[in-house]
């Protein structure tokens, strides 16, 4: 599928996968395959892994139409006393159970280049494809938890290099998903003797591809080869938010001559009344939030006090607590829709949502906040 082709299928609103469709803001989930979902906090009710508590989620948003349904792909927790996102669910077998079990919502797998050989990557998907009808697609990640790759036997890669290898990663991936018969590869990383795979995916020549390129070198990765970029906003002021999606959007039209989508991630806080959110919020992250768990994970990215003044790393250690790092959507229905709203503003395609309670969050949304989303024609 060229991105031509892609262009036009988004203009229309034409194809088997809805992230392709014409909704002015385009709605996913993130990480409801981890324990804790999004949310670093002891407060009760945060998302337990079963397959029962997932499926929930999964049938949920596909109920509400939610166009994608992202996966973390994790190998270690983060320690503390909840060990974040230790306990879960591997990427491409979730993906195919919830295939099985949806009929609208695109599911993605998210995949480690380090941890998997690109062949088997690329049958992977290619079979969740057909068990979704044409809804798969894949989320590659160069890999940055040390300790994860490491636990593989591999050596964790200078930065630009994790790069270098995705790159052969994919190339490997799409011969295998487009061509006809045996190949034949050999590059730096990967050496290919007469591959082969059939049935190829639905999608043709592949099924989309995302990646969370923030650096320069992962921003030109993702411009390139790329059909989704999914941004951390550095601010939460709606000017600086535009400039970084326009910046995304100039690259990939000005250096590749290709039109990508830009999607971000927001964790939802709803209340009766402003109040009441802000107040959970308070408890939920300040009184029962797991900072240890938060310290490892920023100490893990590499984000310390000798890079980050004081103030601010206490600041991003509360947003991540409070939901990865996400954007905000604080308050009443009617609050979380002008938030929606105001990311619409800021040019993303799309964006991923959480719930420090997952399933009564979301639960709550489709009953009262869903309808006043249709209602402000971001639907």
């Known amino acids: 599928m060229s991105t031509s082709t892609r262009a036009k299928q988004s203009a229309e609103g034409f194809s088997t996968n809805p992230l392709f469709n014409n909704r002015k803001l385009k709605l996913g989930t993130f990480s409801t395959n981890l324990g804790g979902g999004c949310a670093i906090s002891t407060v009760e009710g945060t998302l337990k892994v079963s397959w029962p508590n997932t499926l929930e989620l999964g049938q949920m948003a596909d109920d509400m139409e939610f166009e994608a349904l992202v996966p973390v792909g994790r190998w270690k927790g983060f320690g503390g006393e909840t060990n974040f996102n230790g306990p879960g669910f ?23 280049v380090p941890t998997i050989h690109p062949c088997l990557a690329a049958k992977q998907a290619g079979t969740v494809d057909h068990i979704s009808n044409g809804r798969f697609a894949l989320n590659i990640v160069c890999g940055w938890h040390k300790s994860e790759i490491e636990m593989f036997g591999v050596p964790m890669l200078d930065h630009d290099v994790r790069y270098d290898m995705a790159e052969e990663w994919l190339d490997v991936v799409k011969l295998m ?7 034949d590869y050999e590059g730096k990383f990967y050496k290919v003797d007469k591959g082969f795979m059939e049935p190829k995916p639905l999608q043709q020549p ?8 923030g650096s320069d070198r992962g921003r030109h990765f993702t411009a390139k080869n790329c059909d989704v970029a999914f941004v951390h906003f550095a601010s939460h002021e709606l000017e600086a938010c535009r400039a970084q999606v326009e910046r995304y959007h100039k690259l990939a039209r000005e250096e590749y001559n290709r039109e990508i989508q830009v999607w971000t991630f927001a964790y939802v806080v709803q209340g009766d009344t402003e109040k009441d959110a802000r107040d959970f919020y308070k408890h939920y992250v300040h009184e029962k939030g797991d900072w240890v768990a938060a310290t490892n994970l920023c100490n893990t990215m590499g984000i310390n006090s000798q890079a980050v003044p004081k103030e601010a790393l206490a600041m991003l250690k509360e947003h991540f607590i409070a939901g990865w790092g996400g954007y905000p959507l604080i308050g009443t229905a009617d609050q979380i829709v002008e938030g929606l709203q105001t990311l619409a503003k800021t040019g993303v395609n799309g964006t991923l949502l959480s719930w420090p309670r997952y399933a009564e969050g979301m639960h709550r949304f489709q009953a009262e906040t869903m309808p006043l989303v249709i209602q402000a024609g971001l639907r």
């Open 90 to 112: 591997e990427c491409f077998s979730w993906a195919a159970g919830m295939a099985g079990a949806t009929k609208y919502s695109s599911v993605f797998a998210t995949s480690h």
């Open 177 to 183: 998903w487009g061509a006809e018969g045996e190949f």
């Open 206 to 213: 592949f099924p989309p591809i995302m990646n969370a390129g």
